[in-house]
């Protein structure tokens, strides 16, 4: 197969040094007005960017609380599909399926230990910004979940998935913020 990846988004030599100049999460808004531009030219346009991903694990409080994986053979598209080129001359599909809670996860052997990574927060690491609003309130992925904007678990489109705050994801009224903090936040 013919696969396309972050070269593609950013053909010229100039718009990858921009992208490169640009560390993840800074790079999200590049890659996401890049992909829209391919996605007005033809819709079924598919391209592979490198695998982020960043959860806190709310029940640990020690420093195996964040989950970061970011392996450099580990490619996932727009369209929900991942590959690996771990110690392979050629891309290999990783297969997807659904644990009990009804989500698609990924089980993915990284440093010789067993992962599992659910499809639909892997493609907002790796495709879409987190808000203004979130932002502004000094949220990072790590920090935020991945909502289904129709609720429907098995629908990974990006068009369907938004980072929501953790009690925005619960349906609960997010908190005010102290208006100390939204002045020292504006200030900077």
Same mark, same amino acid.
């Given at each position: 197969?013919?696969?396309?990846? $972050?070269?593609?988004?950013?053909?010229?030599?100039?718009?990858?040094?921009?992208?490169?100049?640009?560390?993840?999460?800074?790079?999200?808004?590049?890659?996401?007005?890049?992909?829209?531009?391919?996605?007005?030219?033809?819709?079924?346009?598919?391209?592979?960017?490198?695998?982020?991903?960043?959860?806190?694990?709310?029940?640990?409080?020690?420093?195996?609380?964040?989950?970061?994986?970011?392996?450099?053979?580990?490619? $996932?598209?727009?369209?929900?599909?991942? $590959?690996?080129?771990?110690?392979?001359?050629?891309?290999?599909?990783?297969? *997807?399926?659904?644990?009990?809670?009804?989500?698609?996860?990924?089980?993915?052997?990284? #440093?010789?230990? #067993?992962?599992?990574?659910?499809?639909?927060?892997?493609?907002?690491?790796?495709?879409?910004?987190?808000?203004?609003?979130?932002?502004?309130?000094?949220?990072?992925?790590?920090?935020?979940? *991945?909502?289904?904007?129709?609720?429907?678990?098995?629908?990974?489109?990006?068009?369907?998935?938004?980072?929501?705050?953790?009690?925005?994801?619960? #349906?609960?009224?997010?908190?005010? $913020?102290?208006?100390?903090?939204?002045?020292?936040?504006?200030? #900077?």
């Amino acid at each position: 197969m013919d696969y396309k990846f $972050i070269d593609d988004l950013f053909p010229t030599e100039e718009l990858m040094a921009y992208y490169h100049s640009h560390p993840f999460p800074f790079n999200l808004p590049l890659i996401k007005d890049r992909l829209d531009l391919k996605l007005k030219e033809n819709p079924d346009y598919e391209v592979f960017v490198p695998l982020y991903y960043r959860k806190l694990d709310r029940l640990l409080k020690d420093d195996r609380s964040l989950k970061v994986v970011n392996p450099h053979y580990l490619f $996932i598209s727009n369209r929900g599909n991942v $590959i690996s080129n771990n110690m392979v001359e050629t891309f290999q599909p990783i297969s *997807v399926t659904t644990n009990p809670e009804g989500e698609v996860i990924i089980r993915v052997n990284i #440093n010789n230990e #067993n992962n599992t990574l659910s499809l639909h927060r892997a493609l907002a690491c790796s495709f879409l910004p987190v808000p203004d609003h979130l932002t502004a309130q000094g949220l990072h992925p790590k920090d935020l979940e *991945v909502g289904h904007k129709n609720a429907n678990k098995l629908d990974f489109t990006l068009g369907n998935l938004q980072w929501t705050a953790l009690n925005e994801h619960q #349906n609960v009224p997010p908190a005010p $913020i102290a208006p100390e903090l939204v002045a020292e936040l504006t200030q #900077n």
